[in-house]
């Protein structure tokens, strides 16, 4: 399919919510209830295992191998676990409604309006300069494309399998989550640069729904 795409380089702006503190780990895991003569030995632990404490870090992190898990990456929309997809979008209420989908899976007790402790996450606003294949308008002939459940995911899944032979360093795609929005999965880290953070929220869920509310 991807051989009746437009492909041109583009330059632009993409977003994504990340679990990140705002200003430190410590303050992160503060507000989570960790108890304050515990924090230097688990931030020390989690930089140990490698988990993302800077933007630099979420943006490194979706293209390095994880250990202990069936794949060598997470398994995505556009990702088979062979390699890395940092997962973006163009508009900051598509990051919400695709993040507000999976916490939605993620959490079993979202139905009873509220999370086990609080969950917060941070915008990161990156450089993205690629040759990108314009997947947008190709949902009516291929409706796997914006499928609602993983039943769609592998013929997603052979689209980000064929961006590296092909030269592509992402898509430009419709969300699932959003009418009318546009997600970019990146499969090229070289195409990422300057992270920086743009604001956080913390998620919180009302009436089966998951909602985001800015953080002062």
Known sequence: MLETCTVKFRRDTVLKLASLAKDTPEKTLLMRGVNPESLESIVSAVAGVGTPLTVKEIVDDAFLPKQ??????????????????YYAALEEVTCERELG?????????????????PRFFTLINCGY??????????????????????AGYPFCQSLGSQAGALGIDGFYTASARHAGGTCVPVFARPALSDPKIEYQVKAVAEHGEVQFQRVP
Do not use: C, Q
């Open 68 to 85: 202990g898990y069936r794949t060598s990456f997470p398994i995505g929309r556009f990702g088979d676990g062979t390699k890395g997809v």
């Open 101 to 117: 989908f999976r916490l939605s899976a993620e959490f079993a007790d979202m139905a009873l309006g509220a999370f086990d402790y």
């Open 129 to 150: 300069a690629g040759t990108t294949a314009e997947l947008r308008g190709k949902e009516v002939a291929y409706p796997d494309l914006m499928s609602a459940t993983v």
